[in-house]
T-cell receptor, first 111, second 115 residues
Framework: GENVEQHPSTLSVQEGDSAVIKCTYSDSASNYFPWYKQELGKGPQLIIDIRSNVGEKKDQRIAVTLNKTAKHFSLHITETQPEDSAVYFC??????????FGTGTSLTVIP | DTGVSQDPRHKITKRGQNVTFRCDPI?????LYWYRQTLGQGPEFLTYFQNEAQLEKSRLLSDRFSAERPKGSFSTLEIQRTEQGDSAMYLC?????????????FGSGTQLSVL
């Protein structure tokens, strides 16, 4: 099955700086890559996603890039704010229609 | 539409007891997923339904676990003879599947503690 690795596990940035979280996947047939934000006591919330036929997608301060050849994708958050502090998960959907999740990155934005 | 709803939010039980969780998906979503999440880990797939049919089950889902989705609407996940290792957050997600893709939307989860 698919194996998704995520780095770093923790990330601290100053407010206003950028944050980058990286993920790699193993199944070259995976074709859909969502990112989720999870706050304490809540379920994961979809924040952005990208399909395998697209290299980059942007939504305001959030962007995702995908390199199919290298099998990695990244989340970029610019102009970080304290409310961006949360755990972020990447995921990949493989051929079996299952979603495989990374182990999460705990982001802390320091005011 | 208020999103995916899960009940209860928290459940404390003694080892050996049975527990049942309920999930109400976003209306008109045809797929419903169950995931398990432990501290510091990402969600792990357990099983999913398309309408009322259970299409896939993870090897993580032992015979003590059973899930149903009668009439293709809400779903229940039952754990029989609970063990301490079952303590986790149980997440439900729903989606509207199209051949070109789907977006998963999660509920807030049921936190299970087995004493």
């Amino acid at each position: 099955g698919e194996n998704v690795e995520q780095h770093p596990s923790t990330l601290s940035v100053q407010e206003g700086d950028s944050a980058v979280i990286k993920c790699t996947y193993s199944d070259s047939a995976s074709n859909y890559f969502p990112w989720y934000k999870q706050e304490l006591g809540k379920g994961p919330q979809l924040i952005i996603d990208i399909r395998s036929n697209v290299g980059e997608k942007k939504d305001q301060r959030i962007a995702v890039t995908l390199n199919k050849t290298a099998k990695h994708f990244s989340l970029h958050i610019t102009e970080t704010q304290p409310e961006d502090s949360a755990v972020y998960f990447c995921a990949a959907r493989g051929t079996g229609n299952q979603f495989y999740f990374g182990t999460g990155t705990s982001l802390t934005v320091i005011p | 539409d208020t999103g995916v709803s899960q009940d209860p939010r928290h459940k404390i039980t003694k080892r050996g007891q049975n527990v049942t969780f309920r999930c109400d998906p976003i209306s008109e979503h045809n797929r419903l997923y169950w995931y398990r999440q432990t501290l510091g880990q990402g969600p792990e797939f357990l099983t999913y339904f398309q309408n009322e049919a259970q299409l896939e089950k993870s090897r993580l889902l032992s015979d003590r676990f059973s899930a149903e989705r009668p009439k293709g609407s809400f779903s229940t996940l039952e754990i029989q003879r609970t063990e301490q290792g079952d303590s986790a957050m149980y997440l439900c997600a729903s989606s509207y599947f199209l051949t070109e893709g789907e977006k998963l939307f999660f509920g807030s989860g049921t936190q299970l503690s087995v004493l």
